[in-house]
């Protein structure tokens, strides 16, 4: 089967820059995309923030573009969901029962939202936030005057929070946690972060949850935890994300929290021996990361689609010419997690896994404005982040390293 | 030649572009973006690299 392609599964970003990667890496042969989501590739963040407040933004204004590389010998295959995997055959099966053979096999089907973890009753005006479609059907519900409740107080809630105030919604965030962003900040900055919110008018039901919903046919009411009775016209579940990878099921990879990869990402057996010819990169793969440990986790963060699917082209281009990828593989992998968050007009930078950290400080400026924390585990840096102050923050890159073995 | 443009209302001078290409891209002494706007056609893959990494997706690169 020389002529089978180069499969794509999951039309988003991490399936795009893999293939960007594979085509610069020298592979010229062709690429077949099979993705879900009816549209092509495009940028997420925006969907929590400017195209959640501007009418009439649409995949115009998020589209990734399409490089001159990926102009040839390409075929998008979209609308459609892979339903299984059969590896000893090198052929997907998508839900319609057509048949996708591979010369390699690239899994970037990213996660979806956890679903309302209370009976919703076939309620309306209860959303999620993951997709383009997900977000112009909760931007028309957020109306001037609407009361939001929002469940979750990570980035995702946050930023919803932050642009349903905007929008001049009466907005409720209810979270289990003491302060919003929590795990990944911590309680210092997460109650900055809190305090900017209330200043616009968010009420927080902390260490709270939901206990019923009331309405027919829409929500017209939460009944929290804690007793507490909120008016309701949308509530927004933001209460994190699994993995898409049901259609691996039975494929013999290990698939028990998002897809596990080596340090090439490539994927992992439930036997644990690698599988030269299938890669996972994006949210849902599992590796890794000597920057900090040997511990194989999912970072949901957005420069990691760029950086895994980098990584994986390299070798998939390795792979599919015939080479041997084991001294590509054998390099490494540890790339610097960044992230950000733009709430009103609060502007966080992050890098590393704060979320690590058992001992945090403040090194610069003051926390009600700009301000630079230092995130440690034991005498180890594992993360920065800044309210502002760029230029410090973004100095902190270079101090990553891999920590040269103990001899 | 390589054009460059950023939309400098999308642009939150988050500096990514500044570690894929800093002879074209830098923050000033106010944090603040400052680029130039036409590079050499080898500069190619570094400026696509720049482009892709920026989080408001704020940098359009043609080639003339
Ligand atoms: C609202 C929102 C805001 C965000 N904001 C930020 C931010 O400010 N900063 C930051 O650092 N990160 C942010 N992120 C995270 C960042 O966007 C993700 O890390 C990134 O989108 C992951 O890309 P991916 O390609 O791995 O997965 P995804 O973008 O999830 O793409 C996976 C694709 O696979 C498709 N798919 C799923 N199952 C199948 C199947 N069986 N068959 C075929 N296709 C399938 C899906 O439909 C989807 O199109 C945000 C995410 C969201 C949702
Ligand atoms: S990466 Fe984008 S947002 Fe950041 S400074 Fe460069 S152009 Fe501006």
């Not at chain 1, 009420?203 to 804690?226: K, Q």
């Not at chain 1, 929290?257 to 030269?276: E, Q, T, W």
């Not at chain 2, 988050?14 to 080898?42: H, I, R, S, T």
Request: aromatic fraction near 6%; proline fraction near 5%; charge should be negative.
């Amino acid at each position: 089967m020389t002529d089978a392609p180069l499969l794509i599964v999951g039309a988003a970003m991490a399936g795009l820059r893999t293939a960007e990667s594979a085509r610069r890496a020298g592979y010229a042969g062709p690429i077949e995309f099979l993705g879900a989501e009816a549209h092509a590739p495009y940028n997420r963040p925006p969907l929590s923030k400017e195209l959640l407040q501007t009418e009439g933004h649409g995949h115009d204004e998020v589209a990734f573009p399409i490089r001159s590389a990926l102009e040839q010998d390409v075929t998008w295959t979209l609308g459609r969901a892979a339903a299984s995997l059969d590896a000893e055959r090198r052929v997907v099966t998508d839900e319609a029962g057509d048949e996708h053979p591979y010369r390699a096999l690239v899994i970037a089907t990213g996660l979806r939202p956890k679903p309302l973890p209370i009976p919703d009753h076939g309620l309306t005006g209860i959303h999620v936030l993951r997709t383009l479609d997900d977000a112009v059907g909760l931007r028309s519900a957020l109306r001037s005057g609407a009361n939001v409740v929002i469940l979750g107080s990570g980035f995702v809630g946050c930023e919803i929070a932050a642009t349903a105030a905007k929008n001049g919604c009466a907005v409720s965030v209810v979270t289990q946690s003491a302060v919003p962003l929590e795990r990944a900040l911590g309680p210092e900055l997460g109650g900055e972060v809190r305090r900017r919110h209330e200043a616009h008018g968010v009420r927080f039901f902390t260490r709270d949850g939901l206990f019923g919903l009331v309405g027919d046919p829409g929500v017209e009411r939460v009944i929290l935890t804690s007793g507490v009775m909120l008016e309701c016209d949308v509530l927004v579940v933001a209460v994190g994300s699994d993995p898409n990878t049901e259609w691996l099921d039975g494929s013999g990879l290990d698939v028990s929290d998002g897809v596990l990869v080596d340090g090439g990402l490539r994927a992992v057996g439930d036997d644990g021996v690698v599988r030269s010819d299938v890669f996972a990169v994006g949210d849902v793969a599992r590796y890794p990361n000597p920057l900090f440990d040997d511990v194989a986790r999912r970072v949901e963060h957005w420069n990691l689609p760029t950086e895994t699917g980098k990584r994986a082209g390299q070798l998939i281009a390795a792979h599919l010419a015939g080479a041997d990828c084991e001294p590509l593989a054998a390099a490494g992998f540890a790339p610097l997690p960044s992230f950000w968050s733009d709430q009103y007009d609060m502007h966080l930078l992050a890098f590393g896994m704060t979320y690590l950290a058992d001992r945090r400080e403040l090194v610069a400026g003051s926390l009600d404005d700009e301000c630079v924390v230092e995130y440690h585990r034991g005498d180890a840096l594992v993360g920065v982040c800044g309210i502002g102050m760029r230029s410090l923050v973004q100095s902190y890159r270079s101090r990553f390293t891999v920590p040269t073995a103990a001899v | 030649m390589i054009k460059i443009d950023v939309d400098m209302n999308k642009c939150q001078h988050y500096g990514q572009c500044v570690f894929e290409a800093p002879e074209v891209f830098q923050l000033n002494a106010d944090d603040k973006l400052e680029y130039v706007a036409e590079a050499p056609d080898e500069m190619l893959a570094d400026l696509e690299a720049a482009a892709d990494v920026c989080p408001m997706q704020a940098i359009t690169i043609t080639r003339a």
